[in-house]
């Protein structure tokens, strides 16, 4: 099962990337919305930058194809989208926690 997560480009030196849309500067630039399957959210946490917890959910940083991303790792589709993270919670039991809030909506 993959699930869908927003995804935003950053720079070489991990700052976020934005651009001016319609006259309106520092808008984030956004990748199309990713889909990532259990395995493929282990390696990126395996192999990430930086991993930061947050109240809804984890920031990871990670590089694909020589480009910078962070992935916001967030429930957006069960009635837990709200749920709040701990502190005594790994970034693991989170993963667990959302493919596991979501396996009876696919």
């Known amino acids: 099962m993959n699930l869908r997560f ?4 950053m720079s070489e030196d991990w700052e976020i ?3 001016t849309l319609n006259g309106t500067p520092d808008i984030v630039v956004r990748e199309t919305d ?3 399957s ?3 959210l282990l ?3 395996k192999t990430a930058h930086k991993i930061e ?8 940083q990670f ?3 020589r480009q910078n991303k962070e992935v916001f790792l967030r ?3 069960s009635d837990k989208i709200n749920e709040t993270t701990s502190s005594r919670q790994s970034i693991f039991s989170w993963l667990d926690f959302l493919y596991d809030a979501n396996l009876t909506l696919f």
């Open 43 to 45: 390696h990126i946490i």
């Open 38 to 40: 259990y395995d493929d």
């Open 63 to 65: 590089t694909k194809n």
């Open 34 to 36: 990713d889909l990532y």
């Open 6 to 9: 927003d995804t935003i480009l």
């Open 17 to 19: 990337k934005t651009q």
């Open 53 to 60: 917890r947050s109240q809804y959910g984890w920031r990871v």
């Open 75 to 77: 429930d957006r589709y």
